[in-house]
């Protein structure tokens, strides 16, 4: 549902469920029950200098019940957790002052807990998980991306991503570093055409994006040529 009072300022709240069949089976060899969920966002946006400044803030809670853990990766064996809770909120700034420069942000913070998940092993030992962290969930994310062209066509950008620590299981006994990497482009228009070299991890940054079913490293350095046309 979506409210707006003034031409300046929007506000919206949302509601949403989820029902994700599964196709894994547990460790007893019996297939999972269904992955439930519901979710709750409110938000708002508010321009400024006619519209040329842009301010989104949302917060959300979301639950999710009966989800799906890996347990073992070969064979990949999952485990169904009763429930999982997550709150947090986030904010956007869009800026267009000028026609030659834009400047794009972004921030989320991510509580994630589990509410209700006790694990057997192969020994019949119970681990109750509640109040721990999920894998694979930042609790603060962020990024920036700023652009300035100039008059002959020529323009530049640089941007910048942060994720924060994750852990890499459910007893969060050990979390994989948090990472900032800076990216770059430079381009060029001329008549109908877009030329553009873009430039991901400028540094060529060593890090890890993930630990499922094992830490997986990112990219590494890159660079990626574009051409686009308009007629």
């Not at 062209?149 to 459910?170: K, P």
Request: hydrophobic letters at 30%; one cysteine or more; aromatic letters at 18%.
């Amino acid at each position: 549902m979506t409210y707006q009072p003034l031409s300046y300022y929007t506000a919206y709240i949302g509601y949403s469920t989820a029902f994700i069949p599964m196709t894994f089976i547990n460790t007893s060899g019996k297939p999972l029950k269904p992955e439930m969920g519901e979710q709750v966002e409110i938000g708002q946006r508010i321009e400024f200098a006619k519209g040329k400044v842009r301010l989104t803030t949302a917060i959300f809670a979301a639950r999710k019940y009966d989800v799906a853990v890996l347990v073992n990766s070969r064979p990949p064996l999952y485990d169904q957790a009763g429930e999982l809770r997550t709150n947090g909120y986030e904010f956007n700034v869009d800026f267009h002052l000028t026609k030659e420069w834009s400047f794009k942000s972004g921030y989320a913070h991510t509580i994630a807990e589990w509410e209700s998940f006790r694990s057997t092993d192969s020994k019949g030992n119970e681990t109750d998980y509640k109040g721990n962290r999920p894998i694979n969930v930042p609790r603060n994310t962020a990024n920036f991306w700023t652009t300035y062209t100039f008059s002959s066509g020529l323009g530049f950008g640089l941007g910048g991503r942060y994720v924060d620590s994750i852990t890499t299981d459910n007893a969060n006994s050990f979390f994989i570093p948090p990472y900032g990497l800076y990216d770059t482009s430079v381009y060029y228009e001329y008549g109908h055409y877009h030329f553009q070299i873009n430039c991901t991890n400028v540094s060529n940054k060593r890090y890890f994006v993930s630990s499922i079913p094992n830490p997986i490293p990112g990219p590494p350095r890159q660079f990626l040529f574009t051409v686009r046309g308009k007629f």
